[in-house]
Nanobody, 120 residues
């Protein structure tokens, strides 16, 4: 069982940057893919970026070139830094940790989310 707690959200001005953190407790985190999603008011939750257990990142087009995801398995932490923030980055950001084995979802954990508001 893994518990996830996000932090680092807040109010940021357009063009600014922020760093979100996802801290995990419990066992098994090291084998999980960890992803950041976000959900804006009235919109579906969308993937932002993810990172494999070996540290290979990938990014959605909405943040590509502006975001950096990293993980420290020793500390059970994953971070997401986004620069050049835009109003459309405003959303609740969620951390997810999951593990797929032979096509079957073995782990699937979500944090409670952290609000990011980008103000102009």
């Amino acid at each position: 069982q893994v518990q996830l707690v996000e932090s680092g959200g807040g109010l940021v001005q357009v063009g600014g940057s922020l760093r979100l953190s996802c801290a995990a407790s419990g066992s098994g985190f090291g084998r999980n893919v960890v992803a950041w999603y976000r959900q804006a008011p009235g919109k579906l939750r969308e993937l932002v970026a993810d990172i494999t257990r070996s540290g290979t990142p990938s990014y959605e087009d909405s943040v590509k070139g502006r975001a950096t995801i990293s993980r420290d398995n020793a500390k059970n932490e994953v971070s997401l830094e986004i620069t050049s923030l835009k109003p459309e980055d405003t959303a609740v950001y969620y951390c997810r940790a999951y593990y797929i084995l032979r096509g079957s979802l073995q782990d699937n954990y979500w944090g409670q989310g952290t609000q990011v508001t980008v103000s102009s």
